[in-house]
Structures are given as structure tokens and as C-alpha cells.
């Protein structure tokens, strides 16, 4: 299994960013795939998860303003991050877990700053 995670850049306060997280070579429709974010100093932080059902769940540091979603056909996850700020700033991890393995992607960088 493989994670492929993108979108990331540097916008500014209250600026929006959309991160995708493509997902081969596993059952993608049968798993749940999280976010996980490492800010500066900071321990990792799961930020969003998405089941294979479609349940959703957020931090509360992210809840109204991040939504994840999944699209089944092309094997991929969003993170639509709306009214960024700038303690949002982190690298952003992809996640999922297949026969009890944990599988990540290789982060992407989400840096805002005026």
C-alpha cells in the first residue's frame, strides 16, 4: 500500500487549501484514512478521519473549518482547509491501516503566514 500525499503551500490567514492523499495498491473503499499533522515543536495531531462508510470525524482545533472526504473511484481522500490560520501550519500525513499495519504517506507542507 502506498499514500501519495499533496497540495500543500503557503497562504495566507483565512485563505483556503485543498490537500489530496491518493491511496494504491490496498482495498481503498474498505478503509478508514486519517490526516495527521506535526506542527513545529509539536507532537503529531490527528486532524480529520474519514470511514469507509463515510463517518467523518475532527479535531477540535479543525471541527467547521476542515472538511475530508473521499472519493471511492479514484482512490483518493481531500482535506478541504477553509479559513486557514496561521496555527494551522504543519507538515500533513496521510494515513491508513491494512491487516493491522499502518500505512503513511510522505507529508505535505501547509505554511500561512501574512
Known amino acids: 500500500v502506498q499514500l501519495q500525499a499533496s497540495g500543500g503551500g503557503t497562504v495566507q490567514p483565512g485563505e483556503s487549501l485543498t490537500l489530496s492523499c491518493v491511496v494504491t495498491?490496498?482495498?481503498?473503499?474498505?478503509?478508514?484514512v486519517s490526516w495527521f499533522r506535526r506542527a513545529p515543536g509539536k507532537q503529531h495531531e490527528l486532524v480529520a478521519t474519514?470511514?469507509?462508510?463515510?463517518?467523518?470525524a475532527y479535531s477540535d482545533s479543525v471541527k467547521g473549518r476542515f472538511t475530508i472526504s473521499r472519493e471511492n473511484a479514484k482512490t483518493t481522500v481531500f482535506l478541504q482547509m477553509n479559513n486557514l490560520e496561521p496555527e494551522d501550519t504543519a507538515v500533513y500525513f496521510c494515513k491508513t491501516i491494512l491487516n493491522l499495519r499502518e500505512f503513511w504517506g510522505q507529508g505535505t507542507l501547509v505554511s500561512v503566514s501574512s
Open positions: 474519514i470511514r469507509r462508510g463515510g463517518d467523518t
Open positions: 495498491g490496498g482495498a481503498f473503499s474498505n478503509n478508514a
